[in-house]
């Protein structure tokens, strides 16, 4: 999503942010742009396609003198990608310029209110708007030449999301920020501050920061930041020191974000489940769901999107098996319009890597209003998901850049085991014993994805064999199912490559069709209890000339009599076996993007943290 860096202080603004930008790529984009308060007042400078485009336009910057302004990075909403609907976007008048990430709802209506009062649009974009709206009440229609008041004024009548840096051309002395449903984060230095969608934006400058709260608007300076709420009041608000080593946002010697991301598992899931097990038993440090309160649930509703929604489709089995519950698992842009039956008894697990996927925090609230217990699992800490939930639980993943999630699904995963250990150990549902096996299941478990990323050669092997197909499909029953959707999604978003995932039993009510001589079909065939229904559908789809890539049990022969290849699991107890089949899956998905000389951390059309509906 779109990328909102400001800077004010003594330094050359546009060199700063054109490199706080940069730290942003990741986000995914498709156009970028810069407005710099200059003596002769606000100098743009925007261009379509990446940021190296912006870079030789200006010069590096050079070209665009000034200590103060604001920079962005564009994910295309309304309006195609192009230099004109790039932000900024510069009121009529000249004297404003705003950078945005959100979407304004009601533009039409105020474009036409606008229009009628004589402002005149260049762009196609609901950005636009704020610009002109700000305009109108700072120097037009209703001149006062307060720019604080104007932009309190126009972000009144704005419905939709919305994260500003506002920039005026009479005021090379002030920024001013402003959110509602989207992210946006203020950085201290010493006579110089900051505004930054994100952290690794500020890093290299700062690590004080202050996270903007809904509705709350900023008024930087060089000598420091004042925030209000949304009456106009003051609000006190305490720094936050970022404690995280730059090198998290380095590539640390690998040749993607997503290979060092992929390779971070192990650690990433040890500390993810090591500070939650004390004395042999699962301690989440649940502050607002009790005992009580998981004692009185009687059905669970997990809400996410894409990778995250699948973690909850591959925990949902051993929920319900493990509680004895209904658990239903709803994608969060659906679940907001289903009129959904919950209430106190309910339980929603609202997973979220950004912790800002606007779909999944609609959700939350939804649920939240209609009376449900809500706990998030979320990676990113302050994150408006986790401010908004009863408990947050944090997956300790650390920064993940690469947009397609690796080690973020893992942690998830992780923690859905923890909290079926726990809410099992609260009902009554397991034996010491169980347990203790539980737990040495759990401590394990790094070791074994270690050895998964052992396979890495075979990976690179099999994406040699198969990275310039046109469709792979994958295929599952049960648990594997789940992580077929999850394996396919990976393929598909990096390497382009068309993929579908199916339940393997489906396959002869249509799908089969699909299958022709050399087809690939990756079979997961890890579910032990179906493995034998599975060996029928390796039969099934070959028979139709497809070649199979199969993942089973090292100590299982029935795969390996009928698929091509065969990649193998170490033994392991069921609880933590589904960690193990998305890790060779994430690597074959990886060196097959890379093969194809795709742009393996930012595909295109992607963004990481979708701010949008
Ligand atoms: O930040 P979130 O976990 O809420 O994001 C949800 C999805 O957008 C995300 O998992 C997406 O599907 C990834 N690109 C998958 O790799």
Request: glycine share 8%.
């Amino acid at each position: 999503m779109c990328g909102i860096v400001g800077y004010i202080g003594n330094k050359q603004a546009a060199p700063l942010l054109l490199e706080a930008l940069e730290k942003l790529e990741y986000r995914g984009y498709d156009s970028a742009g810069l407005a710099i308060i200059g003596k002769e007042g606000l100098s743009v400078c925007k261009a379509k396609g990446r940021l190296r485009v912006l870079f030789e336009r200006t010069e590096g910057g050079a070209i665009m003198p000034g200590t103060a302004g604001i920079g962005h990075t564009r994910w295309a909403t309304h309006g195609e990608p192009s230099d004109v609907n790039s932000h900024p976007h510069l009121s009529h008048s000249g004297r404003v310029a705003v950078v945005h990430n959100g979407i304004i709802e009601n533009y039409a209506e105020l474009r036409e209110f606008l229009t009628e009062h004589g402002y005149e649009f260049r762009s196609d974009t609901d950005t636009e708007i704020v610009a002109q709206l700000v305009d109108y009440y700072y120097h037009g229609y209703y001149y006062h030449g307060d720019p604080v008041k104007a932009v309190r004024q126009a972000v009144a009548l704005l419905t939709g999301s919305y994260a500003l840096g506002i920039a005026f051309a009479e005021h090379p002395e002030m920024l001013i920020a402003v959110r509602k449903d989207s992210p946006l984060i203020l950085g201290l230095g010493e006579g110089e501050t900051f505004i930054a969608s994100d952290i690794p934006a500020l890093l290299k400058h700062t690590r004080e920061i202050v996270r903007l709260d809904e509705r709350e608007l900023a008024v930087l300076t060089r000598s420091g930041v004042s925030v209000y709420d949304r009456f106009g009041d003051p609000v006190e608000k305490t720094p936050e020191h970022i404690a995280w080593d730059v090198d998290a946002a380095e590539k640390g010697g690998y040749a993607h974000f997503m290979l060092k991301e992929i390779m971070e598992q192990p650690a990433a899931i040890r500390n993810t489940i090591s500070p939650r097990i004390k004395e042999g038993r699962i301690d989440l440090g649940l502050a607002h769901i009790t005992e009580d309160v998981i004692r009185s649930i009687n059905k669970i509703y997990i809400v996410a999107c894409g990778s995250a929604s699948y973690v909850g489709m591959t925990s949902q089995y051993m929920l319900s098996k493990m509680l004895n519950v209904p658990v239903s698992v709803e994608l969060a842009s659906e679940f907001r319009y289903s009129d959904p039956v919950v209430d106190e008894n309910t339980l929603v697990i609202v997973i979220s890597q950004s912790g800002e996927t606007l779909d999944t925090l609609f959700a939350l609230r939804e649920a939240k209003r209609r009376g449900a217990h809500i706990l998030s699992v979320v990676n990113v800490v302050g994150s408006a998901i986790a401010n908004e939930s009863e408990d947050v639980l944090y997956t300790w993943a650390g920064l993940e850049i690469a947009v397609a999630t690796t080690k973020a699904y893992s942690t998830q995963l992780a923690v859905m085991y923890l909290i079926a250990l726990h809410f099992a150990q609260v009902r009554g549902m397991l034996t010491d014993e169980a347990l203790h096996e539980a737990v040495s299941a759990l401590e394990g478990l790094p070791a074994l994805v270690e050895h998964m990323l052992g396979k890495r050669e075979q990976m690179q092997y099999l994406a040699s064999l198969f990275f310039n197909l046109r469709d792979i499909f994958f295929i599952g029953r049960n648990i594997d199912y789940a992580l077929c959707l999850e394996g396919s999604l990976k393929l598909k978003e990096i390497s382009y490559i068309h993929s579908e995932a199916y339940a393997a039993g489906e396959l002869k009510h249509g799908t089969i069709s699909l299958i022709e001589p050399g087809t690939l079909v990756i079979a997961l065939c890890t579910h032990a209890p179906l493995r034998e229904k599975m060996v029928s559908n390796i039969r099934e789809v070959k028979a139709r000339g497809a070649v199979v890539i199969a993942i089973t049990d090292e100590n299982d022969a029935s795969v390996p009599a009928v698929a091509d290849h065969v990649i193998t699991l170490p033994a392991s107890a069921p609880l933590v076996l589904p960690s193990l089949p998305l890790i060779p899956l994430q690597l074959f998905a990886y060196y097959v993007a890379l093969l194809k000389g795709c742009d393996i951390d930012k595909p295109r059309n992607l963004a990481k943290s979708v701010t949008v509906e």
